[in-house]
């Protein structure tokens, strides 16, 4: 089984930089997660809560918003074969292992019967992939108007972050390049805002 991992075009980076190509809001959603690490499968998943789907990733590339970066082969494991019958083994075989059975309970307690099951990723809400999306457009924007091209290296790690947690790990350096390109005042304006959007989210959309 095959699988495609795109990244952004520089169209695409541009466009979120710049907004210059105006992409629908709902396709932007889906270009800003584009990271040229995860699968596709793996990316429309964590979408799918929104509504994006494989149509939508085909005409970011129809576009040339993205590209395919490239296809890996998954291997689809077969089902083992049946094991033979094992021969019934001798009464003796069958008291000595008894026995062994005892003396190990004895002595060591046994393996837990009911293991708690692995535990699985969380699902991307609606919520916050809003908020994922808010964070990216607060980044981006303010970067360009208060850093300028001395930003372009915290623009990089803003495009490739995967999640909310990624962005909330560049809240300080952000913060420390606007207080030396700025001053305090727009940093501290700036922080306000940002803080509201990481501990609260963007507003609900309206029903």
Do not use: W
């Amino acid at each position: 089984m095959d699988v495609a991992i795109y990244d952004k075009t520089d169209k695409g980076r541009d466009e979120i930089a710049t907004r210059r190509h105006r992409l629908a809001p709902r396709l932007r959603t889906l270009l800003v997660m584009v990271d040229g690490r995860r699968s596709d499968g793996a990316l429309l998943a964590g979408l799918a809560p929104l509504g994006l789907g494989a149509d939508d990733l085909a005409t970011l590339l129809a576009q040339d918003y993205i590209r395919l970066a490239r296809r890996d082969a998954v291997a689809v494991p077969l089902a083992p074969a049946s094991p033979p019958e094992a021969a019934a083994p001798a009464p003796a075989a069958v008291a000595a292992a008894g026995s062994a059975a005892g003396f190990a309970s004895d002595s060591a307690p046994g393996p837990a019967l009911d293991s708690p099951p692995a535990a699985t990723a969380t699902a991307v809400t609606p919520a916050r992939a809003r908020q994922f999306q808010a964070l990216c457009q607060f980044f981006n924007g303010t970067i360009k108007r208060n850093i300028g091209l001395r930003g372009l290296a915290l623009q990089l790690k803003v495009e490739h972050a995967a999640n909310v947690d990624e962005l909330r790990a560049l809240r300080q350096p952000f913060l420390d390049a606007v207080h030396k390109a700025k001053g305090g005042e727009v940093a501290q304006r700036l922080r306000a805002e940002l803080d509201e959007l990481l501990d609260n989210g963007p507003p609900d959309e309206p029903a």
